[in-house]
């Protein structure tokens, strides 16, 4: 259904597929490898395609990614319109291919969709980090997730958000865990293996370091002095 809504997109704005660079597409697979062929190189969608081929809960997956984007960002020619415009989804896509790659043991392929896909895109999410299905990333342009980071479904998540270590914090299991249904707003940092609980709420420019509880709203930053400095990069033989 999605595939041909798009042709029907497409149909209606000949010129919008000239400007995508979209080549000919038949199914889903076909459609990914088109779009990613235009969006980052040929041999990125050629992987893309052959992973969304090879693994049918992924498609499920992106198929809930796109509906529920759609859905809560109100998108103008819906489903179809999100997959073909929206950087966020583009970038949860090649997220979720190099995910699969990393998962089957191929971690230097799994980093080279995210590097070249993160030029595209301008996120940078660790392919062994984990995302739930129906995923909202608006606009996409700054995220970061680390790698032990998890997400799971549902969850919402604006631009410039950083789920992150810290220097305190670099073990394993270092970065944080967002529980379903949680908003995360713009500029976001949150650090650190910790819990965003269910449905909770992030705002925007906020600094989180510590666990917040299921359904609850947390705000706002304060820098303040905590005592001597504890991380350096300097050389110390070299003196600078």
Known sequence: MLVKDVKALLADSPQAADLLGLGPFEDFSDLMEALFSALCTE???RIVSMTYRETPAIIAATERDIAETARRNFEPGGPAAVLLFSRGIHATIAHRVAHRLWQNGDTAA???VKAACGRAFAT???PAAQIGAGFWL???????????T???????????VTLGSTFNN????RHPKVEDGAI?????LVLGNVTIGAGANIGAGAIVLEDVPPGRVVVGTKAHDVGPARVSFLDMEQGT
Not at 170 to 173: E, I, K, L, Y
């Open 184 to 188: 995360i707003g713009a500029g976001a």
């Open 124 to 126: 940078d999410i660790h």
């Open 138 to 148: 608006d606009h996409g342009l700054g995220f970061v997730a680390g790698e032990t």
């Open 43 to 45: 041999a990125v969608g």
């Open 110 to 112: 799994a980093m080279a």
């Open 150 to 160: 998890v997400i799971g479904k549902d969850v919402s998540i604006w631009h410039n």
């Open 170 to 173: 670099s073990g394993a299991d």
